[in-house]
């Protein structure tokens, strides 16, 4: 297995970071509409660093794997923290070592922007990722509530 290059996201990488957002969602059976993908896309190409970014994992010039993370501030630390929205890799490259590449460029990107605290979630289903999660990172006690739908 070829060590994944891991980049920023281009515009001209649409195609295949719909490919690979779609099957993230699909994982979890969720869709969006048209109308998020191309909001979502234009925002992952911002300029602004109070906006979501992506990094793409590529090993032989395709796409095969995508994080999307968002610096935010933090009302017990000075600096802001990071949060993993999206971590995705192809299932054929699971366990190769592309999703441990993908959290340690945000975890050198946060170090970067003196922004220690880097962290995320999964479902309890994910057995697959939470062995890497548990290499990489701490589970936490928290439990995430939100608004019920109405």
Known sequence: MKTPLIRPLRPEDEVAWRGLWFAY????GASVPEEVYATYFARLLSDDPGEYHCR???VDDTAVGLVHYLFHRHGWKLENVVYIQDLYVTPALRGSG????LI???????DAAGCPSVY???????ETAR???DRVGEVTPFIKYQRPAS
């Open 56 to 58: 793409l994992a590529l």
């Open 104 to 110: 340690e460029t945000v975890y050198v990107e946060a």
């Open 98 to 101: 592309t999703g441990r590449a």
């Open 131 to 133: 062995v890497l999660y």
């Open 120 to 126: 995320w979630l999964t479902q309890e289903f994910n």
């Open 25 to 28: 969602l699909d994982f979890y």
